[in-house]
């Protein structure tokens, strides 16, 4: 089981920058892709980012596309998963969630969810 807690959100201002993290620990050697999401007030779960085990490919919905930047690293016991948000738009603003995807066997995956954390863009 891996646990993932997400810091970083805020409240800041249209243009601002803000940078996600997202702590995995536990059976973090399960973790194959991980994701950001996101949910704006009165929508749907988004997916905003994706970026695989070896960190060689990664993917951006159209909407964050030249904006976000999703990146991981990790160390001896954890796995840390980062959102670079640039040129923040009032649309941005949603409860942004961490996602990883578990091999718990040969042909067996899960999903762990993170709480999630609040970004408000606003003037």
């Known amino acids: 089981q891996v646990h993932l807690v997400e810091s970083g959100g805020g409240l800041v201002q249209p243009v601002d920058s803000l940078r996600l993290s997202c702590e995995a620990s536990?059976?973090?050697?399960?973790?194959?892709?991980m994701k950001w999401y996101r949910q704006a007030p009165g929508k749907g779960r988004e997916l905003v980012a994706s970026?695989?085990?070896?960190?060689?490919?990664?993917?951006?919905a159209n909407s964050v596309k030249g904006r976000f930047t999703i990146s991981r690293d990790s160390t001896k016991n954890t796995v840390n998963l980062y959102l670079q948000m640039n040129s923040l738009k009032p649309e941005d603003t949603a409860v942004y969630y961490c996602?990883?995807?578990?091999?718990?066997?040969?042909?067996?995956?899960?999903?762990?969810w993170g709480q999630g954390t609040l970004v408000t863009v606003s003037p």
């Open positions: 536990g059976s973090t050697y399960q973790i194959t892709g």
């Open positions: 996602n990883a995807r578990l091999q718990v066997s040969i042909e067996s995956y899960v999903e762990e």
């Open positions: 970026i695989n085990s070896g960190s060689r490919s990664s993917n951006y």
